[in-house]
């Protein structure tokens, strides 16, 4: 790579003009000329939102849905095909992936992906969150986004635009492929801890984690690629259960290439990894690369949390290995629902798992929110 392209904002390469450079859109336009610019999609089928032949970039995604099923923000999958493999890149819950889980929605934003969400709108209310996405998409010979619905009920209306590029010139070898992969642990496994008094300080909790074993999974796959970030969700239901309510004491331990504990990327606590500090923010919170897209009540600590870490000016690089952890309280003593997003490009293809089934993706019953009850 030319060093000078390392330090290079997207927004200097705005001047030049390209050759060779096709712009596309795959779209839910009505092809009749009407305004029903829409696809249904039927209970247990799958809506092909794109299906590009060549080579190229997807640059930016937008859709919304309206569907009458609790909790479907959970339950429709968004999948993502590259250069006609039979195996996703992407497979993931279709709010997780656009910054919030717990199957609800939030008005948030930053440089990747926003999420539009007003008092009007909500998984049971009339609209659902509109997406978008900007994370760049290359692809050497196709591409194919779908949305999987795996709801009892059908989704009475499924808007969107699919921006890409096609390239002449076919596409760089080294250009990664974009994958995104979704991981529960409901609950996460405490480890017992001693404490050395009565109500102690945070850096003062018992219990020492020196290899990171029993650490929650956002990511672990092997290849060669950058890690580019994640969303985490945090339920902490069982803070009345545990000696220290806060979950965000849990160290962000980055293991690269098969590495043995301390990791090239040890950090000092969960709410510290993702931007913030002293039990995260008063409130929800938006900035380019970190924020709190949906909080809970900060000085209770009780309650649904998702977080946001996208490393776009600081990829996480790995030439064999990576294993994204957080330690689950501190030296994971607490014991709550995990769950997360993690992005990466990798220059091998690594197919998505499959999802566990829609009961073990539902979400903790939730009444304050108003907007489902199951």
């Given amino acids: 790579m030319n060093p000078n392209q390392m330090f290079t904002s997207p927004l200097a390469g705005l001047p030049q003009v390209r050759r060779g450079v096709v712009s596309k859109r795959s ?8 305004n029903r610019d829409f696809k249904t999609v039927p209970a247990g089928e799958t809506c092909v939102m794109a299906d590009i032949a060549g080579a190229g970039c997807i640059k930016h995604m937008w859709i919304t ?11 429709l999958v968004f999948e993502m095909y590259w250069d006609g493999s039979d195996e ?12 919030v889980g717990h199957a609800t929605g939030r008005h948030w934003w930053s440089l990747p992906m926003n999420c ?10 009339p609209f659902s969150p509109a997406f978008n996405s900007y994370w760049p998409m290359p692809f050497g010979e196709g591409a194919r986004i779908q949305i999987v619905n795996e709801a009892d009920e059908p989704i ?46 945070p850096w003062d909790l018992g219990g020492k984690n020196t290899d990171g074993k029993e650490n929650y999974v956002v990511l672990d796959i092997r290849g060669t690629g950058h890690y580019v970030g994640c969303v985490l969700n945090i339920d902490n ?15 962000d331990m980055i293991f690269i290439d098969d590495e043995a504990w301390p990791p090239s990327i040890h950090g000092t606590g969960t709410e510290d990894y993702f931007g913030c500090s002293w039990g995260f923010p008063a409130g929800e919170h938006s900035t380019p690369y970190h924020g709190v897209s949906l909080g809970a009540d900060p000085q209770e600590h009780f309650g649904k949390w ?10 996480v690089h790995f030439s ?23 992005f990466f490009y990798t220059t091998e293809p690594v197919a998505a798992k499959p999802l566990p089934p829609v009961e073990e993706r539902l979400a903790r019953r939730w009444p304050e929110h108003g907007l489902w009850d199951c």
């Fill in 88 to 99: 996703p890149s992407v497979r993931v819950p279709l709010g997780d992936f656009f910054g």
């Fill in 65 to 75: 849905t309206r569907c009458y099923d609790a909790q479907y923000l959970r339950k």
């Fill in 156 to 201: 009475e209306n499924l808007f969107y635009y699919i921006d890409y590029e096609l390239y002449a010139d076919g596409l760089p070898q080294d250009f990664g492929r974009f994958h995104a992969v979704w991981h529960r642990e409901n609950p996460t496994q405490a480890v017992p801890t001693e404490q050395p008094y009565e109500n102690p300080a």
């Fill in 306 to 315: 998702s977080l946001y870490r996208f490393h776009i000016e600081d990829p």
């Fill in 320 to 342: 064999k290995s990576i294993r994204v952890t957080f330690e689950h309280g501190h030296a994971n003593d607490q014991s709550n629902d995990y769950s997360s997003v993690g």
């Fill in 116 to 125: 539009t969400f007003g008092d009007r709108r909500g998984p049971k209310g």
């Fill in 237 to 251: 239901f069982n803070a009345s259960n545990q000696e220290y309510t806060w979950p965000g004491e849990g160290d």
């Fill in 27 to 34: 779209s839910s336009y009505d092809v009749s000329g009407g």
